[in-house]
């Protein structure tokens, strides 16, 4: 059993194969966070909560409710009654006063775990997940919070969430509902976060947290591209291979804030949750709120094992989709090709080329709908453009379809430009503050998706032209982000929900197309990366990294968005020289080895790039169609980062069986007189021998991980190379 509970002693223990989390109750009934860490092997207790600490100032009362909240770790405090770091609950009841305080009532264990309503999950099978509910209640506001844990054990994952109830008769307004929690005695913590902006998406940055608040967050409507729904407290001596890791990913894609807060007596508190700042929730009497779901991992032994945690937690237990271990098929994207100038000719062109190098899927990215010859009209009029596509689309999806390349499809759902038929006829639709000019970006505005109707026609637009042509793929993109936040369909004392309401319809949206289109393979994008999350990864099985297809700057950014996901969600392509963001030349091969880190495409007009370079693709698809199983399923590990310390960049995906292992190596900058360089394998098997595809050389598993591999040093930037090691005897 992975969760137990121990009247005696009024405890909660969490077990996964390797933490426990330790929950306690106070004689009172708080509830209070004992211990996360390294697996117990026996029955914890509850010396470690605080409860007998002498009151700051002098007082005969021994208990005095202030001082003790001051130290009392809290498993979801709450605010405005004297527990003065940051809470998790804020409610406004009646009176207009702030203050709710949440009792133990009682508790419930649960085989499986059951969705949430309206929001993407984790979700697993009786027989792999475990959930408890801890049902707290407010006397006073007659309100109750059910705190949920889910308890992964095979993949060391915990994931929170909370359900807030209104059972009584006023008319409550939710401040704030974070998701979850962790208070901490300090540990010399540094935070490890992910930022960023468009084309740089998810750097890795890590700093010793300090007194006071630190944190990330959007306040965007989305995930964004600025800062990342992620959050790691990781001791100082932590590394890829050792060291401890308490991390926390939020399964939603709108505004979020992840927060660690050092305190006076060195404690910390962690926090997860929808941004406080925009929203304010109704809930009357007999209503229900759900905070989305936070994914937990602790990890004692270093970043590489909470990546692989992250990563096979998410494809076991978080995408849906059919093609999660499915070959993808090697696409050509014409957006870099040709931007707003194109017509049914010039991709026909394309996709006869392509066809010759092996590519799979032709992909008609904007500009194909509406008047729509450059970016600054038309989103919302979803009817194809004539003028540019001229048999229609059904005849052009034919003629790909008999070149023998399948068909995928942009679409910008959520947006509106003023310039087109829909804001005409519908103004009321987009998302504004009445009486004021709403700020434009890319030259358009947000559909208002609380109002029912603007999600049903907005999906219907969708549906209706998947319906017309056998289409396989759609590309699902988000170009703003959201501001000037107000709905003519909301009252005023709903004003405050549109944010969240807007998420929850982007969500339905999805859940229509995923149940109506099961066969369809779903790339949400965001201009470039600003809305990868673990929300998405519920609805489609890839999401576009980034804009930038720099194969440099890719190396950063890939290597900060697989620190959590797994390889093959990450949309990556190669894309032309010079490089369309930055300017940069770099060696195709290379491009192709980076791309082979991702879903693997091209961003190119094949019909003009170099023939040297057209000569190429067969052999890079091949690669793909060699290795994807690999990329899919294996375990990866980070061996030498480039943004981080090196001169050169490498990774290793490992078969779970210890029986092949790909190394990437990218030597970023040369450097003159140099040795060869080593580096240090992982996931084989110690007693089996390795081939080294190419050569007769044969190494044992032991010596690549423990005394390491040279890499002969070469001339030139950006050179890479891939080595594929094979289990070719011995006992593995
Ligand atoms: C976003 C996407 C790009 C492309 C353009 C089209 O920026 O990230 O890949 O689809 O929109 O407008």
């Excluded at 004003?495 to 779903?522: A, N």
């Excluded at 990450?570 to 491009?591: K, Q």
Aim: charged letters at 25%.
């Amino acid at each position: 059993m992975a969760i137990i509970y121990r009247e005696d002693k009024k405890i909660f223990q969490l077990n996964t194969a390797q933490t426990t989390y330790l929950i306690g109750l106070s004689p009172e009934g708080y509830v209070g966070h004992i211990y996360y860490g390294r697996r117990l092997k026996k029955e914890g207790n509850n010396y470690l909560l605080r409860m007998k600490e002498a009151p700051c100032t002098p007082s005969v009362n021994q208990r005095e409710k202030s001082s003790f909240l001051d130290r009392f770790p809290m498993e979801y405090p709450t605010g405005g009654v004297g527990d003065y770091r940051e809470s998790c609950l804020d409610v406004r009841g009646e009176s207009g006063s702030t203050g709710c305080e949440v009792f133990f009532k009682s508790y419930q264990i649960t085989k499986g775990k059951p969705g949430l309503p309206g929001l993407p999950a984790s979700f697993g099978e009786p027989e792999q997940v475990e959930t408890l509910e801890i049902v707290c209640e407010d006397d006073i506001l007659n309100l109750r919070a059910v705190l949920s844990y889910s308890v992964f054990e095979k993949y060391d994952v915990i994931t929170r969430s909370v359900r807030i109830e209104n059972i009584g008769e006023q008319h409550l307004k939710l401040e704030k509902v974070y998701s979850a929690c962790l208070d901490m005695d300090n540990k010399d913590f540094e935070m490890l976060t992910l930022t960023g902006s468009w084309a740089r998406e998810r750097s890795i940055q890590r700093g010793r947290i300090r007194y006071g608040k630190q944190l990330v967050s959007s306040r965007r409507g989305e995930s964004s591209h600025q800062e990342h729904p992620f959050l790691a407290l990781v001791a100082p001596d932590t590394t890829q291979e050792q060291g401890e890791v308490y991390a926390m990913n939020f399964v939603y894609s709108g505004n979020f804030l992840a927060q660690a807060e050092l305190a006076q007596f060195g404690n910390v508190r962690m926090v997860m949750g929808i941004h406080s700042e925009d929203f304010c929730w109704n809930l009357r009497p007999g209503e229900v709120f759900q905070a989305p779901e936070a994914v937990l991992i602790y990890s004692s032994e270093g970043l590489g094992k909470m990546t692989r945690c992250f990563h096979d937690f998410y494809r076991e237990h978080l995408i849906r989709s059919p093609y999660k271990y499915g070959k993808r098929p090697v696409l050509i994207n014409n957006w870099e090709a040709t931007y707003f100038d194109f017509n049914s000719e010039k991709l026909l062109d394309i996709a006869r080329e392509a066809k010759k190098a092996g590519i799979e899927m032709l992909v008609m990215d904007d500009g194909w709908f509406g008047k729509r010859n450059f970016d600054d009209n038309s989103l919302g009029d979803w009817f194809v453009n004539e003028e540019k596509i001229t048999s229609g689309l059904a005849d052009l999806v034919e003629k790909v379809n008999e070149i023998g390349l399948a068909f995928g499809i942009w679409f910008e759902p959520e947006m509106i430009s003023p310039d087109s038929e829909l804001y005409r006829k519908h103004p009321e639709w987009a998302i504004q503050i009445q009486g004021r000019t709403p700020t434009q970006c890319r030259a358009q505005y947000v559909l208002d998706l609380s109002r029912p109707e603007v999600v049903d026609y907005a999906y219907q637009c969708v549906a209706d032209i998947l319906h017309s042509a056998p289409i396989a793929y759609v590309k699902w993109d988000m170009n703003r982000q959201l501001c000037d936040i107000g709905s003519s369909y909301l009252n005023k004392e709903a004003q405050g929900e549109l944010l969240h309401r807007y998420m929850l319809g982007v969500y339905e949206m999805q859940e229509r197309l995923v149940q109506e289109f099961p066969d369809l393979l779903l790339e949400n994008c965001s201009g470039g990366g600003a809305r990868f999350d673990p929300g998405m990864l519920y609805y489609s099985p890839q999401i576009w990294c980034s804009d930038d297809v720099d194969a440099l700057e890719r190396l950063r950014i890939q290597e900060g968005t697989a620190l959590i996901y797994p390889l093959a969600t990450m949309g990556a392509h190669v894309g032309d020289c010079p490089n369309h963001v930055v300017g940069r030349n770099t060696p195709f091969e290379t491009r192709g080895h980076v791309a082979l880190a991702g879903t693997f495409g091209y961003e190119l007009d094949i019909t003009k790039i170099a023939q040297e370079e057209r000569d190429q693709i067969p052999g890079q698809v091949e690669l793909y169609h060699k290795y994807h199983a690999l990329m899919q399923e294996g375990d990866y590990y980070r061996i030498a980062s480039w943004s981080m310390e090196k001169p050169y960049d490498c990774w290793e995906v490992a078969a779970k069986d210890g029986k092949e292992a790909l190394v990437t190596f990218v030597q970023v900058l040369a450097q003159p007189n140099m040795q060869s360089r080593k580096i240090y394998l992982h996931g084989l098997a110690e007693e089996a021998d390795y081939m080294l595809e190419g050569t007769e050389e044969i190494y044992r598993g032991e010596e690549l991980m423990k005394c390491g591999f040279l890499i002969p040093s070469e001339k030139g930037d950006m050179k890479s190379c891939l080595y594929h090691f094979i289990c070719c005897g011995g006992e593995s």
